[in-house]
């Protein structure tokens, strides 16, 4: 690797840290870029892994100690992400290459057309019944499994499972840092022992990320709710036009 190469890393780790923890799917251009530099799709996928897990412990941090991050809500539905990321990871790890890229790209789509919700239809809706439990938990357990398989564009569906649970945009935003941070550093381990890592870019990556995850902090804090609504809705929209017109 020539420095102009760690150069183009670590500015993409900082791109992809402040679409991730603003908002989500920077592992879309992780993926892509990692793919385009000659990394087989299942090593891209675990290295993707490496910055992911910097960034968010590096938010998950920072939102905690400025009390956005609604800690009861989140380690509840941790627990079944657990569980469907390493189910997800385990499945990632041994299917090939070609069936992962394919899979990689059907999911972009899928997930570049999810429904945004009106938060003011849920927002501080906490009183859970046991059949909102019920599928707030499965919720969580599928968003598990989706997030360990491939992990680009979780974010987007965590942010709209918390925002069934009640949460505001800012919320949901800790709470989906929080979640990815657990699970992955559950899963990551797999993908290092199935040797799907490569390490030095994936710490250049993270090295990026958590330059690109401080400014978006300081961005959801100032700009709030409303901000980040529109900052996801162009997301789902680029995301979406990349992929179904350029491919």
């Known amino acids: 690797m020539d420095l102009l190469h760690a150069v183009l890393i670590f500015t ?3 791109i992809v840290g402040l679409i991730n923890v603003l908002a989500g799917g920077g592992s879309f251009l992780t993926l892509a870029f990692l793919i385009a530099i000659g990394l087989p799709p299942n090593i891209a996928n675990g290295t993707n892994r490496v910055g992911i897990l910097l960034q968010n412990i590096f938010a998950s941090t920072k939102f905690y100690k ?5 800690l009861k809500f989140a380690l509840i539905v941790s627990a079944p992400a657990i569980i469907g990321a390493i189910l997800g990871s385990y499945i990632a790890i041994h299917i090939p290459n070609e069936i992962l890229k394919k899979t990689i790209a059907i999911f972009m789509v899928l997930i570049s057309l999810v429904t945004i919700y009106n938060p003011n239809k849920f927002s501080k809706n906490r009183n859970y019944s ?6 707030i938990l499965v919720s969580f357990f599928l968003i598990g499994i989706y997030g360990g398989f491939i992990q680009a564009g979780v974010g987007f569906f965590i942010i709209a499972a918390s925002l069934w649970g009640g949460f505001n945009m800012v919320e949901a935003n800790a709470i989906k840092v929080f979640i990815i941070t657990l699970y992955t550093i559950i899963v ?3 993908f290092i022992f199935s040797h799907q890592v490569n390490f030095l870019i994936g710490l250049l990556l993270g090295a990026g990320s958590i330059v690109g995850a401080k ?3 300081s961005l959801s804090v100032k700009k709030g709710d409303k901000f980040i609504r529109y900052v996801v809705l162009a997301l ?12």
């Open 12 to 14: 993409i780790g900082c």
């Open 66 to 70: 400025l009390n956005i991050l609604k």
């Open 130 to 135: 046991s059949k909102k439990w019920v599928f």
């Open 188 to 190: 990551l381990p797999l």
């Open 215 to 217: 400014m978006a902090i």
């Open 236 to 247: 789902l929209l680029v995301f979406a036009l990349k992929l179904l017109i350029i491919g």
